[in-house]
């Protein structure tokens, strides 16, 4: 498994994370995803949810307001990218 914070999976494959920062959702965009996870700063994961296809979008209404670390499972690897929540 490879840990990349470019946006770039091992691969050179590109992820994309919009809008950031977010406020009532987040949508997700690579090839091949596998897994969602955000994690706060705490390191409690408040969503985890396995995904099909190339595009996932999360809900956020529910999340208080500061930065989050989302982990990105693709087929390629693992991706972390900082999110900021905001109202």
Known sequence: VTVTTDGL?????SV???PNP???RLTIEAEGLRQVT?????????FDAAIKGNQSTINLA????????????TE????LRQVSVVK
């Open 9 to 13: 999976d091992e691969n050179g494959e």
């Open 22 to 24: 977010a406020r009532a």
């Open 76 to 79: 390629s690897g693992v991706i």
């Open 16 to 18: 994309s994370v919009y």
């Open 38 to 46: 955000l994690i706060n700063m705490q390191g409690q994961i408040v």
């Open 62 to 73: 529910d999340q208080v307001v500061g930065l989050y670390i989302l982990r990105i499972s």
